[in-house]
């Protein structure tokens, strides 16, 4: 759990490194943890003071899954990443994890929403 704070995106990064130090993965799940982890904060419910969101990481095997649940917000989404603007700042964050993943998708949870995203164990070519 993290609480809600921009600065917590750091930690989740750091956390997730410290999970998967040496896995041939580390470096993609870094980074999807840290864009999962700011959609939280910057779309949901839990950007709100004394919020929080949980950051999951497991080894499947064949794949390794990241995931953060947040506490959600009043419109539901469909899993569909907006097209961003080629000139904007932001709006890139799930294409890139689309494109380092294997698999992603949005799961309703008693809290909130929960983004996950698997990443293939293999050794990329």
Known sequence: M?????????????????????H????????????????ALRHSRSAAPNALFVVRVRDHGDRVR????????????????????????HGRGLLLVASLSKDWGVTEEPIGTCVWADLASFNKL
């Not at 993290?2 to 040496?22: I, K, T, W």
């Not at 041939?24 to 959609?39: F, G, I, K, M, R």
């Open 24 to 39: 041939p993965t580390v470096d993609d799940a870094e980074l999807v943890a840290s864009e999962l982890a700011t959609n």
């Open 66 to 89: 990241i995931s953060v649940a947040d506490y959600g917000n009043d419109e539901k989404w469909d899993g569909t990443p907006d097209s961003p603007d080629p000139m904007a700042e």
């Open 2 to 22: 993290f609480p809600s704070h921009v600065d917590e995106v750091a930690r989740v990064r750091a956390f997730v490194r410290a999970l998967l130090d040496g």
